[in-house]
T-cell receptor, first 116, second 113 residues
Framework: EPEVTQTPSHQVTQMGQEVILRCVPI?????FYWYRQILGQKVEFLVS????????KSEIFDDQFSVERPDGSNFTLKIRSTKLEDSAMYFC??????????????FGPGTRLTVL | AQSVTQPDIHITVSEGASLELRCNYS??????LFWYVQSPGQGLQLLLKYFSGDTLVQGIKGFEAEFKRSQSSFNLRKPSVHWSDAAEYFC???????????FGTGTRLQVFP
């Protein structure tokens, strides 16, 4: 069964450093998403991406964040200058198509980001 | 405000017992409802979803959920729990013209032999 994969599984970084989290969505999917879960809190939507541009973003997704599909298979989330409060589990997801409503999203295993 | 509430943070059941995990939502439009499960070290796996039609939906691993519009609920059930069902369960809601899933805080299920 096709799966969303994410690398690395755990990333430790110093405050102020840039990090790039990587995801390989399911191959025939067209929509891509990032969510995060701060320890003890809810899973929160960050951004969705379709046809090489942001489709929707939350208020969390400020100028420190960016997303990119650098090639035909990868989808990345960049945090330009990490803060302590960026420490969280980051989930990538993908869906087949946009059907006028929230589509069925398939999630990867997550990357745990620790900012020291 | 749009939200999902899972009132039970932690539930413990014996193997073979029945299970019901509660989910209530607050959503201003037609809700699209999902249940996901997360085992340790794993991603969020889709158990089932409700978009429209029959309000009782069947999912994987023997789970089912019932949409009750009048109660704004989408409770997850399983008639007989297996030890491998121990995990964290998340209810989520989406809607028209949005990509965003709104998640509940999750319910951790523990299963005793």
């Amino acid at each position: 069964e096709p799966e969303v994969t994410q690398t690395p599984s755990h990333q430790v970084t110093q405050m102020g450093q840039e990090v790039i989290l990587r995801c390989v969505p399911i191959s025939n999917h067209l929509y891509f998403y990032w969510y995060r879960q701060i320890l003890g809190q809810k899973v929160e939507f960050l951004v969705s991406f379709y046809n090489n541009e942001i489709s929707e973003k939350s208020e969390i997704f400020d100028d420190q964040f960016s997303v990119e599909r650098p090639d035909g298979s990868n989808f990345t989330l960049k945090i330009r200058s990490t803060k302590l409060e960026d420490s969280a589990m980051y989930f990538c997801a993908s869906s087949e198509a946009r059907s006028g409503h929230t589509d069925t999203q398939y999630f990867g295993p997550g990357t745990r980001l620790t900012v020291l | 405000a749009q939200s999902v509430t899972q009132p039970d943070i932690h539930i413990t059941v014996s193997e073979g017992a029945s299970l019901e995990l509660r989910c209530n939502y607050s959503y201003g439009a037609t809700p699209y409802l999902f249940w996901y499960v997360q085992s340790p070290g794993q991603g969020l796996q889709l158990l089932l979803k409700y978009f429209s039609g029959d309000t009782l939906v069947q999912g994987i691993k023997g789970f089912e959920a019932e949409f009750k519009r009048s109660q704004s609920s989408f409770n997850l059930r399983k008639p007989s729990v297996h030890w491998s069902d121990a995990a964290e369960y998340f209810c989520a809601v989406g809607g028209y013209n949005t990509d965003k899933l709104i998640f509940g805080t999750g319910t951790r299920l523990q299963v005793f032999p």
